[in-house]
């Protein structure tokens, strides 16, 4: 089967620019996650989609960070203004299960979108 | 906040040498995994053991859990040049805000010569 793809792989932009990275998941997984990796760090959750509902955002910067997964499949996350800081790789995966069940604990990761803010 | 803690940072060893990579994690968990990260690449899952599992192998991996002291080990025997990667244990904690939500560590950057 097809894995979770995303796009671009790098970009460059410099500080106060906007970007939007884009994921499709794996057929039927219904639970969409978002992470930030910081270089020389673990990757961070940064928003939870299960369908095109927010399970939990508790870790996105709300004030320059939005996504959203329209109709329940592909997702895009944006960074409007950016900063310095929010260099990284952003990394999407997706994970089994439906509606109010709990998702299938493997989560499969994309390549993930190299970005840097110069 | 980082839930997971591995050590060491940094191992290299010789091909055909057992690397041993060690996590701790500070609450009560319903299960944890581990990951491996090819250079600039994405996660791939290697092994989930639950809370109320000790042990469990996977081919040449072996991860070990113990909740008392809230630690965990990921052995890798007969290590190839291919195992090169860095390495990073995840949790699922209890009680936590959603459903499936992980919890990732620094990760161990393991080195192999051949």
């Known amino acids: 089967e097809a894995g979770v793809a995303q796009s671009p792989r790098y970009k460059i932009i410099e500080k106060r620019q906007s970007v939007a990275f884009w994921c499709n998941p794996i057929s039927g997984h219904a639970t969409l996650y978002w992470y930030q990796q910081i270089l020389g760090q673990g990757p961070k959750l940064l928003i939870q989609f299960q369908n095109n509902g927010v399970v939990d955002d508790s870790q996105l910067p709300k004030d320059r960070f939005s996504a959203e997964r329209l109709k329940g499949v592909d997702s895009t996350l944006k960074i409007q203004p950016a900063k310095l800081e929010d260099s990284a790789v952003y990394l999407c995966a997706s994970s089994s299960g439906t509606g109010g069940v709990r998702p299938q604990e493997t989560q499969y990761f994309g390549p993930g979108t190299r970005l840097l803010v110069l | 906040s980082q839930q997971g803690e591995e050590d060491p940072q940094a191992l290299s060893i010789q091909e055909g040498e057992n690397a041993t990579m060690n996590c701790s994690y500070k609450t009560s968990i319903n299960n944890l995994q581990w990951y491996r990260q090819n250079s600039g690449r994405g996660l791939v899952h290697l092994i989930l053991i639950r809370s109320n599992e000790r042990e469990k192998h996977s081919g040449r991996l072996r991860v070990t859990l113990d909740t008392s002291k809230k630690s965990s080990s990921l052995l890798i025997t007969a290590s190839r040049a291919a195992d090169t990667a860095s390495y990073f244990c995840?949790?699922?904690?209890?009680?936590?805000?959603?459903?499936?939500?992980?919890?990732f560590g620094q990760g161990t950057i393991l080195t192999v010569h051949p």
């Open positions: 995840a949790t699922d904690a209890i009680g936590g805000t959603s459903y499936g939500k992980l919890t």
